[in-house]
T-cell receptor, first 113, second 114 residues
């Protein structure tokens, strides 16, 4: 079963535009993480937001978390062709042991030059 | 800066064959994980090892076994491969010093079962 569900499943934008993707989850979490996966590669950690945080910024990335709605968003500003990738949210659930993560199905982002 | 290294990168097996996927990390992490990723989907946890000497089942453990050989190495074994196990397999590690730790991934093993 997948804890996180991402929306949209796919996104196509022009270089310079902003890209926003959302993640919804079902159970209580310790934190929510966002990862990027380039074609044919492993996942790369982008950001971690704890359950008591509401917003985090890292360069061109902004992550929000609304625990009352059990949702998170990832915003990429001023997108570049190199941002073309799949983006996954993952939840670290309160009830899970061993720092396990549950991944969503991902959003495929295409940035056109 | 090797991080997490997986071998092999590609493998084709026949149904019924056995195989071991290798994973090693050089970050002195306590926890290690094996995931599978099917086309167009997210990752599903197969097995994990919270610390050296311990292993536990994840979401989809059937048909697999694991060995935490030492702190650095965590292997995944398919005893009798089936076409349904065709997938991309990722190994990851994290520092279990506390909660709220990111996971670091290898580049995957692409496995096809004919």
């Amino acid at each position: 079963s997948q804890q996180g569900e991402e929306d949209p499943q796919a996104l196509s934008i022009q270089e310079g535009e902003n890209a926003t993707m959302n993640c919804s989850y079902k159970t209580s979490i310790n934190n929510l993480q966002w990862y990027r996966q380039n074609s044919g590669r492993g996942l790369v950690h982008l950001n971690l937001i704890r359950s008591n945080e509401r917003e985090k910024h890292s360069g061109r990335l902004r992550v929000t978390l609304d625990t009352s709605k059990k949702s998170s968003s990832l915003l990429i500003t001023a997108s570049r062709a190199a941002d073309t990738a799949s983006y996954f949210c993952a939840t670290d659930e309160v009830k899970a042991a061993g720092n396990k993560l549950t991944f969503g199905g991902g959003t495929r982002v295409l940035v056109k030059p | 800066n090797a991080g997490v290294t997986q071998t092999p990168k590609f493998q084709v097996l026949k149904t019924g064959q056995s195989m071991t996927l290798q994973c090693a990390q050089d970050m002195n992490h306590n926890s290690m994980y094996w995931y599978r990723q099917d086309p167009g989907m997210g990752l599903r946890l197969i097995y994990y090892s919270a610390s050296e000497g311990t292993t536990d089942k994840g979401e989809v453990p059937n048909g697999y076994n694991v060995s935490r050989l030492n702190k650095r190495e965590f292997s995944l074994r398919l005893e009798s491969a089936a076409p349904s196990q065709t997938s991309v397999y990722f190994c990851a590690s994290s520092d279990r010093t506390g909660f709220n730790q990111p996971q670091h991934f290898g580049d995957g093993t692409r496995l096809s079962i004919l």
